[in-house]
């Protein structure tokens, strides 16, 4: 199987782009340096975003969510996100210490589009930007403050094919092996 799957790998830029040719004009035309009020919109409806980073002890992807608006936009090229308690694995912070480049993806529940930012992010502690993230009283431990470089938005596609918004197709809880069973296991 391995010598079937090398003989056909791609193994460079100029074969990927003719087995896929160039990308459509609002595919590229779509993406800024800069939050467009449009994007600001999607991000303030999204109650979920994933965060992307690198660092030397490898990849991660961290789930971050709370009510909608939660990250907020402070200027055109700037986003904020609390980091609220947690299991304190600070993988994600880890890797920004180490790799400020960071990949945000925003997802709003029933809405197809998605939002791609990519930046460069740092870790504050500073305690009147805690503040302005307090909830119920509790303040964030950090704030992750998120330097934009590019932003745009993903068409439905991807979301449209795993029907994920749609009620029939979600899987019930119970139906997988309960998170303690899996600790046990493991």
Known sequence: MDSIIEEHRITNIAALERLYGAPAGASVEKELNYLHPHYRAMIAASP??????????GLDTSPRGDAAGFVRVEDEK?????????????????????????????????????????????????????????????????????????VFFQCSRAVLRAQLWDPARHIARSSLPSLGTMLADI
């Open 48 to 57: 979920f975003v994933v965060l992307a980073t690198s660092g030397p002890e």
């Open 78 to 150: 700037t986003l904020m996100i609390p980091d609220r308690r947690g299991n304190n694995r600070v993988d994600s912070l880890r890797n920004i210490i180490t790799n400020p480049q960071v990949a945000l993806l925003f997802l709003i529940p029933g809405v197809g589009e998605t939002l791609r930012v990519n930046g460069r992010a740092m870790i504050s502690t500073d305690p009147a930007l805690l503040e302005r993230f307090s909830v119920g009283g509790k303040l964030p431990r950090s704030v992750i403050v998120v330097y934009v470089e590019t």
